[in-house]
């Protein structure tokens, strides 16, 4: 748990990060929800404040909400909370303004502050809760990044998010692939330190693994070119039932982003439209299209247990942090060179359903619905992005999406048994 | 056809009044399309500018073209004229900004307005073309100001768009209403002046009438609410049968914007949320619930032909104008006292299918789809509203919309047989 | 109205005609439902009978019901009669058996029969509602042979309904194309005769109409592949809005029933798979298809009253009774050689919506459901086709369907005007 | 793997099963598909021989296909072996009629006995490939029996398929239940033994697994309905989110099958409409359902892995086999009084997603579409059903399916951590 002084330097970094994502946007950018998945960035400026709002500032006497009807458009999901504008209806709330948005910020986030050096703050509860509110922010951070991209990239004129500074220019050199081998034998899973972690990482059990091999890197653009060229997306043998009922649904050819322009693949990124970098980890991949991609490669993705294992044997020497690098961290980075950068390039697509570890408690109340209850139907990623905040990178950490999804950076790691 | 300097105060006087009408407007309300039916502003603002652009610029010499982009993105559903956003994702396009889309505006301006200095505009052809895009965009006024309304109006907010003015808070009297006789006959119908009409009031024809009464006033709330108090929404025998599938499948128990609020009926205009006001002519009505008001009252709505001969009957003395009162123009207006007003409160649904005429011919072209292509599966609506610009009223017009809209300032007239 | 002895043989005679159609089936045809608009042919059966025990016997004293779930099970709209399956629901009913449905049929035309030789059922009401009865099952004749054909059609073993007779293997020759004069002029509309029509021809009201030309025959399958051949299907500007939708989201590229084998174009008819024949008349076309032809070829459709006024004058030496020939009757017949038999081959897709005819007035209770309801989105068609019973063909009788529906025998008659 | 005069008896004794299962059918029941899930007995008939006839019969020199277009209708996925009818469009297909498929039942099984008479058969591919066919024709069994409940419970007149013999109206007594104690440590999961399983069964590999306590019975009737009574269906708190979408999208207020007449709850089982029994196990819940009753009650389901090795210990005394006992085999039997009846009294769903074992490698061919490319997205069943043949329940067995069906007799058994 962090003290206080620690605890207002991270909620203002944090509260100011989000503000700096979205500077280059144009206040029209930040109304739409072109699909489901994608919320509006004024939503999520919104709803990561009336997070703050309606879990930490009721422990602050005499707070007065900024606005009641802010409850209703700004909470997610959170059933126990009240009634909420339905997800899909999010992107035709034109109302509040974005300054109204911006002014709801300032005046929450200078009431937490004031909390904050006031003695009634100083509870563990109250920590912890703000400290949620930050991981919770740093969330809420990636998905600004990522539905920024889509509302972005899916407009024809293709505007540029962030012009490409030159450390992103370097040019890749394709990495070498190398096998690691991982020993068979039970394995501690889950988060057993002292810092946060979030409920569905707690609860640590012993996981017993047969010996595997991983790969030290990626799967890159180039590589899926040749799935591709080789009539990957067209051949139902290399593909689960229903990815295959999703490609041809779909009419998938390529990655999300994908656009071949006179003969030339290229893809929308947050620099714009650009020639594929075939060094390049390939993103924006389905766990459909992972799956089949590694079947195609007559290999296989990991489990998670098998990924957190992985993670901490080649990782011991430098506690895996994630590598986000502020110049470079909306695009894909180069190939990692040696071990300290083996995670944190994209999310990895396991082949593990999200689920319970053993032991599992979701928390009582509202917050209980923070994870538990999205434990069906979706698959697990781990390792972290170029859009994932460095601080919110951790071997443990579970994130999962459906296996459709593919609007996050997600990647490709390969496996095989020795 | 108007000459040169009519056509240039004519041309800036429409352009300015769309303007006009978006003055009170966010940037963020210019974006969103929250049913397929309602265009974002901003796709208005781009798509009346696309029009003189695609049409009347070519004409000029050496006119060079905004953007390339913008055909794309604001051919509304001209097939003849390429590619083009579909309808469902223009609320999705965040870019070009509103301030670019005045951009646009100003840079096409400029060039008509030079272009009408020159020799080379004055043809009949370029006339015909800036008088179409005027009344073009005359529509498209309409449009935004309905569109607006629904987009502020299914805001859990209620946003303001107009304050009231004095003369709009007038009470309501109850007019009483009088049944009056036309004869039966052969009526010419169609246009058959000098001035501007549609394509579809062209074909002046003989269509044989009999006898009937037409109320000389629209459909109240306070009748209305009889209706609805009567069950009117629950009993099927007064509905069509696509009537009743729409009324249960959408759960619909009362004109579009109605809300129940603490057992008041309150509605939703562009003052904001307000009480019904009994006395004034209920609209946001189906033609389902138009049809089956009548048929519950005993009555029947008129078709397009007996409206027009009723029109031209009762409007003699002074030929039907509109009554478009700019003060006033955000709301409906209080039941008409005299002749000279007898329409132009509300758009009346006519029980006629939108059809051609006899001798119906479209133009050639891109043009030609202005009109033709929709003659199927809508409702012939007459008359004009309180947002329809008041030149753009007139006794031959033909609007037209499917048996189940409802965001249009549409209403009810009565009529049955002598 | 029937005297009482014909009403008995009428009776039997129609009763005995639904029978006699279905006696091709296999059980397992009786069940199925593949689109929503094809009802089972043991929906059909069971839904005339009820029409006689729910409408007529109620009037005959001591009637027993035959079984109370049978009103649930065979009520197709009547929303005044109670509950009943959803229409999308009735090919899912394995129960009640062919079998039970025949014995029900057995049942109900026993009771009709011994009603009709007592005193009691001498009264216009029960004439009247046999009559209707009688009428209704005719209807359901000729959408059991439509829906037959479905689902024998959309079979990949493409059954044989029945074999082709040698009178029907006559080889048709084209007909010459003639334009016929029809005069302007008030021309009398809808039903004035004494037998029986329906209540939506009824009404008998004043139509000026003016002068053009109708073509003498229906458009063939030779003409109609020219527009095939000619990219009818591929350039929007033939086609209505709403047409053009049609044909891409079906991606509709020929009448139905149309295939084409080793580049031969075929079709399935009752009798099988076949060649087309380029001279007979073009089916299974939607309005849509029917109207962009029209337009292609530089013509039009008539409106529905032009039809009347042309049928009344062609076929005035001879009073039109349909064609009807039984050992030819599932198939379209050769080309009309004379007046006489000007009309009958197929439904006429007219350019008229389905709305009523001045006066008109919808029967009280159950009854009323017939027609009235239906008046929206639906269009008219005229004639009647090689499915249609011979009596029931008549110069005023008013057919309606929407304009994608193409499963019934719908063809193509051409016009201008003079 | 089964010797040559075994083979032959097993082949006769399922396939005759098969058909026994049809005795109280009518030839209307062999058609329909009221949901896509659920499939025409017709088509189990046909697809089942249609199995032998492609994997089996091509290595019998001189076998002619009984009819080359039985390839397209009864194919049910498997992509490598060419086009078929898509699934949801079973249902329509009336031909070929039943009598048609029992020709070719009868035509398919001649050639397989003659076949399995010569020398040529007597291979281990052969013999593999028959005892495959029987293993997969004994899943349809259990199908069939799921379908034809289904196709028969949701007509009104809730027919009958089977009378219930004396036996199965023993009355229920409510078991006492008692959790018994598993160890934690390594334990060996997945098929060893010499007899047949499935591809998804293969691959033993060691799981560590915590302490745990497991019911000895299911959950039964009498505590479903404690769980509705006490609002389980209305409140979000005991729902995963998609569960919860569920129930409210389709209004789910009861297991499948279960309807409240009189204020009575009763359920459709294959003996007709029944009042509840308090003391059977529950069924017909879905994978959503079984989690929530769980979380209501406090406690968890198992893992597959954790009911493996439950399964296991409490069978020791005697292996598992399943009691499927042919007098009773419609109906949920009597909570199981001992160890040796533990399991196989209704599917069992665990809390572990369907996803393969270590090692797993799918079969070459169409028959690796067997398992494979269903593992995604679906739940693992445990144990088997009063419908699974007695020969076909094992401990290794994995079932799975989507975790909203409940077609199937599946129910609830409860796990906690010790």
């Known amino acids: 748990m962090l003290v206080s002084t620690q605890l ?11 503000m700096r994502l979205c500077e280059p946007l144009q206040p029209e950018d930040y109304v739409v929800q072109p699909i489901a998945d994608v919320s509006p960035p004024k939503w999520h400026l919104g709803h990561t404040t009336w997070f703050f709002e309606t879990f930490v500032l009721p422990h602050s006497p005499g707070y007065r909400v900024f606005s009641p009807e802010y409850n209703y458009l700004f909470n997610s999901y959170y059933e126990s909370v009240g009634a909420r504008v339905v997800r899909t209806d999010r992107g035709n709330m034109t109302r509040p303004a974005v300054k109204d948005i911006y002014a709801y910020r300032a005046y929450v986030d200078e009431a937490i ?26 969330q809420h951070q990636e998905l600004l990044v990522t539905d920024m991209q889509y509302i972005l990239g899916n407009n024809p004129l293709f505007p540029v998010y962030a012009p490409k500074s030159n450390q992103a220019t370097i040019p890749f050199a394709v990495a070498k692939e190398n096998y690691v081998d ?9 988060y057993d330190g002292t ?32 799935f591709m060229e080789d009539g990957g997306y067209t051949l139902f043998v290399h593909w ?18 994908w656009h071949k322009i006179n003969d030339q693949w290229c893809h929308y990124t947050l620099h714009g439209l650009e020639k594929i970098t075939p060094a390049a980890p390939v993103t924006h991949v ?15 993705l990991l489990t998670e247990f098998e990924w957190e294992a992985a993670c901490m044997q080649l990782n011991a020497a430098k506690p895996l942090t994630g590598n986000f690098v502020e110049a470079n961290h909306l695009h894909p980075r180069p190939c990692p060179q040696g071990a300290n950068q083996f995670f944190g390039d994209a999310w990895e697509w396991t082949n593990s359903a999200y689920l319970p570890y053993p032991y599992y408690q979701k928390a009582e109340g509202a917050l209980g619905e923070y994870n538990g209850k999205f434990m069906i139907n979706q698959m697990v990623l ?3 992005s ?10 443990t950490y579970r994130n999962f999406f459906h296996p459709d999804k593919r609007w996050q950076f997600t990647g490709i790691r390969l496996a095989q048994y020795s």
């Open 8 to 18: 207002k330097d991270a909620f203002l970094s944090v509260r100011q990060q989000t």
């Open 195 to 226: 810092g946060f972690c979030f409920d569905n990482e707690r609860g640590v059990h012993q996981v017993y693994l047969h010996p595997f091999r991983v790969s030290d890197r990626l799967v890159t653009n180039g590589e899926y070119l040749e």
């Open 182 to 190: 991982i020993k068979s034998g039970l394995y501690s899973i889950g």
């Open 386 to 395: 170029c859009a994932t905040p460095q601080s919110h990178i951790r071997a």
């Open 286 to 300: 389905s766990f459909y299209e992972a799956e089949a991609f590694a079947r195609w490669k007559g290999k296989r």
């Open 240 to 257: 689960l039932q229903e990815g295959w009922e999703w490609v041809k649904q779909g009419a998938i050819r390529s990655p999300l982003y």
């Open 113 to 138: 502050m004031a909390f904050l050096e006031s003695d009634t703050s100083d509870t563990k509860e109250v920590r912890n809760l703000i400290e949620l509110g930050l991981q919770h922010e740093q």
């Open 382 to 384: 781990r390792g972290g």
